[in-house]
């Protein structure tokens, strides 16, 4: 793949011709969700006048769809259950976390990570979010996870609300399709929907992540991770192309979050549907750490349900995934295998298991599915609450017939997947873990499930100011970056801390931003022409 960056200064333009001023801010923030609303109220309160630009109809991003959990140590909530925590202990844990991608990490913006995300949970409290927590997850040492209260919305209705309290201007359905540059170089503004935006002190990307790319996930990981839909179909690598284009540099881009998830329910999910108010949120939290730890997990496991997959470990006891002609997709040892097998096999699944795992995973250690340390579902939580997806039969004929799969595939996939656990060598996908197979009725199956991208997790390269780097690794004048955007090598490999980073680099970038000095030439040099259509081949890339 050839790359190349930048591009060459032509015919300069003054503001006056084609610029609203009225369109000139101090901080300009493109993308409007966690990161880039927090990196808004952050640059507004160091000073800065402040716009953000949010290409969809309202704000929210990927944080708004989040389970929520943010992890971080060193917090009052921590200290309130007794937790003696530390900096260089949450660094270990991520560490044993990372496994062999330990050797990738960036390991100045991890510590940058641990050092604020407990400060970044105290200043969320401070505007009215609450948590539940803080909660155990291993391979986690202490327990860290903060789960907010009662959904991801409540960080978004909390950050909009203090947006507009210190008079950040939002605009929406503005969709930015090139940075602005002065002679200098300097970055001095982005174009939006055919209108010029200028700011005086900088521009900070806050887009997302690049899931919905189709074209990056096909050129960095392949035509098979290419078929696999995002959670976020608005999360189109905009600022990647962006920041590329003005000399920034990607990193890591063949690292996709794959997965399995079940068909949206037609119940309503209790969590979900909560509405998002401080004064209900604090009633909550009143609420939740006082209810019966069994009613509790009776609420949550009906949210818990609602979407997510059953857990690897299933397979790894002898399960198997086949599609609606009963035919083995993909090897069951991976997720990435299995979430672009389906994709491929037109998106539609089933997990089959007998009666002997049935028994196994109806109870602790061997949950179906989980929210770590908040709640555990099991196979019987299935068949209370996603009916449409749990299916069950004497014979494995009578299985396929209640699940709407072909009986005769299903019976040879079985029977082949038998064989193969019985000799320890799969011809067909490689698989390594059996367990005991399917042998003993009645059996089941759960599904059909979907295969999605939950995050992707490459990212501009940038300096412990979150600051875009050029391949000289210079940093870019006028600009920075934050969340998924800014992950610049991050592993970010357990749960909790996508949200931690969005909200950690939002408030650095911003206040970097509006702290720095203000530029007065505002004059445009170079070309306006959208850049989102450009090539992968000629984006910069580093390993």
Not at 30 to 38: P, Q
Not at 55 to 82: E, H, I, L
Not at 226 to 237: A, E, I, L
């Given at each position: 793949?050839?790359?190349?960056?930048?591009?060459?200064?032509?015919?300069?333009?003054?503001?006056?011709?084609?610029?609203?001023?009225?369109?000139?801010?101090?901080?300009?923030?493109?993308?409007?969700?966690?990161?880039?609303?927090?990196?808004?109220?952050?640059?507004?309160?160091?000073?800065?006048?402040?716009?953000?630009?949010?290409?969809?109809?309202?704000?929210?991003?990927?944080?708004?769809?989040?389970?929520?959990?943010?992890?971080?140590?060193?917090?009052?909530?921590?200290?309130?259950?007794?937790?003696?925590?530390?900096?260089?202990?949450?660094?270990?844990?991520?560490?044993?976390?990372?496994?062999?991608?330990?050797?990738?990490?960036?390991?100045?913006?991890?510590?940058?990570?641990?050092?604020?995300?407990?400060?970044?949970?105290?200043?969320?409290?401070?505007?009215?979010?609450?948590?539940?927590?803080?909660?155990?997850?291993?391979?986690?040492?202490?327990?860290?996870?903060?789960?907010?209260?009662?959904?991801?919305?409540?960080?978004?209705?909390a950050l909009v609300r203090e947006c507009r309290k210190r008079g950040v201007q939002t605009k929406t359905s503005m969709r930015v399709e090139k940075l602005l540059r002065n002679g200098d170089g300097e970055v001095i503004g982005a174009r939006a929907n055919g209108q010029d935006f200028l700011a005086r002190r900088g521009v900070v990307l806050a887009t997302g992540d690049y899931s919905a790319a189709k074209d990056f996930k096909q050129a960095f990981s392949g035509e098979a991770a290419?078929?696999?839909?995002?959670?976020?179909?608005?999360?189109?690598?905009d600022g990647f192309r962006l920041g590329n284009d003005v000399g920034g540099v990607l990193t890591q881009m063949d690292r996709l979050y794959e997965g399995l998830r079940f068909a949206p329910s037609k119940r309503p999910d209790p969590i979900k549907i909560l509405p998002s108010h401080p004064a209900i949120s604090r009633i909550m939290r009143f609420v939740v750490e006082r209810l019966p730890k069994n009613i509790l997990a009776y609420v949550l496991r009906g949210a818990l349900t609602s979407w997510v997959g059953p857990n690897n470990s299933m397979y790894s006891a002898g399960a198997i995934l086949v599609d609606g002609q009963g035919n083995r997709i993909a090897n069951e040892d991976s997720d990435k295998d299995l979430a672009r097998g389906v994709a491929s096999a037109g998106n539609t699944a089933y997990m089959i298991f007998d009666a002997a795992l049935a028994k196994k995973f109806s109870a602790w250690p061997n949950p179906v599915s989980t929210f770590p340390g908040v709640a555990y579902a099991y196979v019987q939580d299935y068949k209370r609450y996603r009916p449409d997806v749990f299916h069950k039969g004497d014979t494995l004929d009578e299985l396929a017939r209640a699940a709407g799969i072909d009986p005769n595939g299903l019976q040879a996939s079985v029977e082949a997947s038998n064989r193969y656990a019985a000799k320890g060598h799969d011809p067909e996908f490689g698989r390594q873990k059996f367990g005991t197979g399917i042998t003993e009725g009645p059996y089941y199956a759960l599904g059909p499930m979907q295969a999605y991208i939950t995050l992707a997790d490459g990212g501009l390269i940038v300096d412990t100011h979150l600051r875009v780097t050029t391949v000289e690794a210079q940093a870019i004048p006028g600009l920075w970056a934050a969340g998924s955007t800014g992950q610049g090598g991050l592993q970010l490999l357990n749960h909790g801390l996508h949200i931690g980073w969005a909200m950690v680099s939002g408030r650095i970038s911003g206040r970097h931003a509006a702290n720095s000095p203000e530029r007065t030439d505002l004059t445009l040099v170079g070309d306006v022409e959208s850049v989102l259509s450009t090539p992968v081949g000629s984006l910069t890339v580093a390993p």
């Open positions: 793949m050839a790359f190349a960056f930048g591009h060459q200064f032509k015919n300069p333009k003054f503001p006056s011709e084609g610029t609203n001023m009225d369109n000139i801010t101090d901080v300009l923030v493109i993308g409007g969700g966690g990161a880039g609303l927090c990196a808004a109220i952050s640059a507004a309160t160091s000073g800065a006048k402040v716009l953000i630009l949010e290409k969809c109809p309202k704000v929210g991003g990927s944080t708004g769809m989040s389970v929520g959990s943010f992890t971080a140590a060193n917090t009052s909530y921590q200290y309130r259950d007794g937790v003696n925590d530390s900096i260089d202990l949450f660094i270990e844990d991520m560490k044993v976390a990372n496994g062999a991608d330990e050797g990738r990490e960036n390991k100045e913006l991890r510590r940058i990570l641990a050092e604020n995300a407990g400060p970044t949970v105290e200043w969320l409290s401070s505007i009215g979010v609450q948590f539940l927590g803080p909660t155990p997850e291993p391979p986690y040492e202490k327990p860290r996870m903060h789960n907010v209260l009662p959904n991801s919305s409540a960080y978004i209705t290419s078929k696999v839909q995002p959670v976020n179909p608005d999360n189109t690598g």
